[in-house]
């Protein structure tokens, strides 16, 4: 690690002055303490979010906390299986809405637009992705939740309507990540397709989307993780009922909306169990990193 | 059926899923403001919210949101940049690189309602530093230094070679080389990326929510309490009261989040030219 920093050749050839080197051996150390600071971040997340949760394993139970189907602060019951189920329905059907938008959308902008109709696009998509979560939910809770609740003649809360804001939501993330896969594909391969005599389309999903499929699956896991993690969207349109989902139009909850929904007044017990779901939900979008890491790393070893 | 046929067919399909897109942010961006520029006006921004329903203006959140903002850009920015000028040119590949790049990639990805109460847990009640704007800061640039790190890393990256050989070749030092010659020549791609994590830090509620506090004040030290814009949207939104007001924070959070994000792609395009 340290051949770059010319050191000097006492004796022989001095390249640069003692006090020179001094210097910029201190500057590496810095900028090395910098980086370090990722790690470090990450370390004291662990532990702290760790270190608040682990009543719940010791005085608790894990499996009776995992396994647990009731989630009651009165009675001490901190069952989270309820809200492991509402994330993951919300997350599944936000995930099957938005993937074939997102997709076909990346798509589009790498092998049909136009120039000037990408350079319109694009950045639609960019800055779809940069309005704030809050501002979704409260579209969702004005909006869509009204449309909803006219259409089904329930309050309009429940997975249902979550799917659609979340799908609104994780389609920049996917679209974005995909397309960069597609356009990573060498030109050269579409080339010899069309020399074939092959159409566009078939190019496209004989040809491109296959070569492209693990970055394509990698966007859609990074959008697993944001529609998993997200809060406060969720959480204004799900209706916060933390029972097991009866049907995609009744109120439910999720991990991360209950997490806000108690912190306000929990103590104790209660508040180290949300703890270990925020704990929960930092080792599940880690294992999603570790996930797409060592799929980039085959990849590129292929 | 015919090829051509359903070649047609299919383009058409990719067609809707993008027009769909673009149609979705059109009608967000189009609902809120149609229902945020009636309330907008300079009393609404400049005065102080009052009463039950938080009448009058949201002043105090505009300069909280802002004033946390700055913080953590200030905490981020040295860290993040000359974090990627260890990993763009100094560092060798090796397993204390990948260590930091999967920690990176992690806090790029961990959830923001984690980070609050992270936040919580570490800035506000373990180093005693309360419900404040240093609290929230703190938790914000840890959101915002993989987003400046990439940015960085790859504007360092993408300053040709030729120019260091030049910066070499006089018999300047490494650090020499770096500061004077790949930095400068990366600045207008690192200011992008450090504009964009500030939109994004404006957009964040949850992490705030915990880390700054959810009384309406106006912040002078960074030891104070404050109420960003998002989490008075929040509190208004889930209430029900005063839908206009939330409706015209809203749309000023949108604004502001717009102008970062096209100030960001001016800088880009004014200063790649040269």
Not at chain 1, 7 to 15: H, I
Not at chain 1, 21 to 48: D, P, Q, T
Not at chain 2, 144 to 161: G, H, Q, W, Y
Request: include cysteine.
């Amino acid at each position: 690690m340290t051949e770059h920093a010319a050191p000097p050749q006492t004796g022989t050839l001095q390249l640069v002055s003692r006090s020179t080197y001094i210097k910029e051996s201190l500057l590496r150390s810095l900028f090395f303490l910098c980086a370090f600071v990722f790690v470090l971040a990450v370390a004291l997340i662990f532990v702290f979010v760790g270190w608040k949760a682990w009543p719940i394993v010791a005085d608790y139970g894990l499996w009776r906390f995992i396994s647990g189907s009731v989630w009651s602060s009165g009675t001490e019951q901190f069952g989270i299986l309820p809200l492991i189920a509402g994330s993951f329905l919300v997350t599944l059907g936000a995930l099957a809405l938005g993937t074939p938008l997102a997709v076909g959308t990346a798509v589009f902008l790498s092998d049909v637009a136009s120039p000037r109709v990408r350079s319109f696009v694009r950045p639609a998509v960019e800055l779809l992705a940069g309005v704030p979560s809050v501002v979704y939910g409260f579209f969702g809770i004005i909006l869509l939740r009204s449309i909803v609740a006219r259409f089904t003649g329930t309050l309009g809360f429940g997975a249902f309507t979550a799917w659609i804001v979340l799908a609104i939501m994780i389609v920049p993330t996917i679209a974005a990540l995909s397309e960069d896969a597609l356009r990573s594909i060498p030109e050269g391969i579409r080339e010899a397709s069309y020399a074939m005599g092959a159409t566009q389309w078939q190019t496209i999903y004989k040809v491109v989307v296959p070569a492209a499929k693990i970055g394509i699956i990698d966007a859609i896991i990074l959008g697993m993780g944001r529609a998993i993690g997200e809060t406060m969207a969720v959480l204004m349109v799900v209706g916060n009922a933390p029972v097991f989902p009866k049907g995609v139009f009744a109120p439910l909850s999720t991990m991360t909306s209950q997490i806000v929904m108690d912190m306000p007044y929990a103590v104790g017990l209660h508040r180290t169990a949300l703890f270990a779901m925020a704990a929960m939900l930092f080792i599940f979008s880690m294992l999603l990193v570790a996930t797409v890491r060592l799929s980039s790393r085959l990849r590129s070893r292929s | 059926m015919n090829k051509r046929v359903t070649n047609k067919l299919a383009l058409g399909v990719l067609w809707g899923a993008a027009i769909l897109t673009v149609a979705v942010l059109g009608a967000v961006l189009l609902y809120v403001f149609v229902n945020g520029i009636r309330v907008i006006s300079p009393a609404f921004i400049f005065t102080w919210p009052h009463g039950v329903n938080a009448e009058g203006g949201i002043w105090p959140t505009i300069v909280a949101t802002v004033y946390v903002t700055a913080l953590a850009m200030l905490i981020s920015t040295p860290i993040a940049v000359l974090a990627a000028v260890y990993l763009a040119e100094y560092a060798t590949q090796g397993r204390i690189v990948s260590t930091i790049r999967f920690a990176a990639d992690s806090l790029a990805s961990v959830p923001s309602i984690v980070m609050g109460l992270f936040g919580f847990a570490l800035f506000v009640e373990a180093m005693g530093m309360g419900l404040s704007m240093i609290s929230a800061a703190l938790a914000l640039s840890l959101l915002m230094l993989p987003i400046i790190m990439r940015a960085t890393e790859e504007a360092i990256r993408a300053v040709p070679k030729y120019m260091r050989w030049g910066s070499y070749g006089l018999g300047a030092t490494k650090w020499q080389t770096v500061s004077k010659i790949v930095l400068p020549a990366a600045a207008p791609r690192i200011v992008t990326g450090v504009v964009l994590s500030a939109g994004r830090a404006v957009g964040e509620t949850a992490v705030v929510l915990y880390t700054m506090g959810q009384a309406v004040n106006m912040p002078v030290t960074p030891l104070d309490s404050g109420r960003p814009m998002t989490v008075h949207l929040y509190l208004l939104a889930v209430e029900g009261i005063n839908l206009p007001a939330a409706f015209g924070t809203a749309l000023l959070l949108i604004v502001l989040i717009l102008g970062f994000n096209l100030s960001a792609r001016w800088i880009l395009r004014h200063y790649r030219k040269v």
